[in-house]
């Protein structure tokens, strides 16, 4: 049985991503991941003026869905929250349903040659983060842990790839 689904949107990355994303993602919360077939239209979260997706709107368009359990929606769209010039993901606290965006997270967006092994270390970091969150964990303020919070892709590469112990203890608690 799947315990995680992933939900690719209008995503532009190879597709060896969301396989990373599972192989990242299964031994941190003991699931399984699976993927689920792409039906969802980003353009009625669109915001014209600032050429993002709202992050909000697409976790109340996951939450609309049937429940096949808990999703991560991964995009290659810019988001943004009302209150945040952009984000790298989203989730609903101890909920159903996460976002990322990989937008951000190449190396081509700061002027560099690209570089997929960090391109896959940061997806991963931020899918843990963010399913993390649906699993009911704030932001940790260890800086080795991949719950520390993320403002920039600096952050994401400064901060750990693992759940600290006491981030991986609420996790087990959480599962039972």
């Known amino acids: 049985m799947t315990d995680l689904w992933l939900l690719p949107l ?3 990355e190879p597709p060896e991503l969301l396989r990373w994303l599972a192989d990242g993602l299964a031994p941190v919360f003991h699931v399984e991941v699976g993927l689920l077939p792409s039906e969802l239209a980003l353009e009625g979260g669109r915001h014209p003026r600032r050429r993002q997706v709202d992050a909000g709107w697409i976790l ?7 429940d096949p359990g808990l999703v991560l929606a991964v995009t ?3 988001l943004y929250l009302p209150v945040f010039t952009y984000v790298i993901g989203e989730a609903c606290l101890g909920g159903r ?3 990322v965006s990989t937008h951000r997270l190449h190396e081509e967006r700061y002027g560099l040659p690209p570089n997929m092994e960090r ?17 009911g964990l704030v932001h940790c303020p260890s800086g080795a ?20 112990p006491e981030c991986a203890r609420a996790v087990a608690r959480r599962r039972g």
């Open 10 to 12: 209008a995503l532009r």
């Open 60 to 66: 109340s368009q996951l939450l609309g869905l049937p």
């Open 76 to 78: 290659s769209e810019d």
């Open 97 to 99: 349903a996460a976002v």
């Open 119 to 135: 391109l896959r270390a940061r997806a991963v970091k931020e899918a843990i983060h963010e399913i993390g969150h649906c699993h």
């Open 145 to 164: 842990c991949v719950m520390h919070s993320s403002s920039s892709v600096e952050d994401v590469d400064n901060k750990g790839h693992e759940l600290c």
